[in-house]
């Protein structure tokens, strides 16, 4: 089995990430994590991948300033130069230009703690509290250049309890996204994540 070589990109603690490179260890799994690559000189993340014996580098955003071009000019680099096959978002808080996100047209992924189409962007577990929705949730879904918009590759979701809190809802959505990830990343490197519907809410065949 040749195992696709992925890269995953973070900003902070990187608890997806820790869950990718745990399902990364096992030996039938499809995908090998050859490169994490953070934003931000200080991800917690960094370490956490570093003790898990994986090259590490930073690109960080601060140095270019507003030329958004030119810092993913740099990220496309640090992916080419390890020969990075597939690309997993897991907590990089960073818009990508629709340039780098169309080279890497089904090729990258993206965790979101919300039942897509709903609750797009930030702040996801206040906002469906606020709006009382029953159940609550995380998708994985290909990155295109509109925000959480792209075909949904796996999704799951639990009933929100009466007393449930921002944080008590974080904790459990976690939970989903640290299983439904790894499977989304197989399937991928597999060449099975046929979308089912896009995030933004229209019928679609396969990606
Ligand atoms: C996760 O909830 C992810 O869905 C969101 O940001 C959070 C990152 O957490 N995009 P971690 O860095 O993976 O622990």
Redesign the pocket.
């Known amino acids: 089995m040749t195992r696709k070589r992925v890269a995953i990109l973070?900003?902070?603690?990187?608890?997806?990430?820790?869950?990718l490179i745990e399902a990364a260890r096992a030996a039938d799994y499809p995908a090998e994590i050859a490169l994490v690559v953070s934003n931000r000189p200080d991800a917690p993340?960094l370490a956490r991948a570093r003790e898990a014996g994986i090259a590490t580098s930073v690109v960080d955003h601060t140095t270019y300033g507003e030329d958004r071009e030119a810092f993913d000019r740099a990220l496309d680099a640090e992916l080419a130069a390890h020969r990075i096959e597939l690309v997993c978002?897991?907590?990089?808080?960073r818009r990508l230009t629709p340039s780098f996100v169309t080279r890497w047209s089904g090729r990258m992924l993206?965790?979101?703690?919300a039942l897509l189409p709903e609750f797009k962007g930030l702040h996801t577990h206040r906002r469906a509290l606020e709006a009382g929705v029953k159940r609550h949730g995380?998708t994985v879904h290909f990155v295109v250049p509109e925000i959480d918009a792209g075909p949904i590759v796996a999704q799951d979701s639990i009933a929100i309890r009466e007393d449930d809190t921002e944080e008590s809802l974080?904790e459990r959505?976690?939970e989903i996204?640290h299983r439904i990830y790894p499977d989304a990343l197989r399937a991928l490197a597999e060449g099975r994540a046929g979308a089912r519907r896009t995030a933004g809410g229209s019928a679609t065949g396969a990606n």
Do not use: C, K, Q, Y
């Open positions: 973070i900003s902070g603690r990187g608890s997806n990430m820790t869950a993340g978002l897991a907590g990089f808080m993206n965790i979101h703690p995380a974080a959505v976690l996204e």
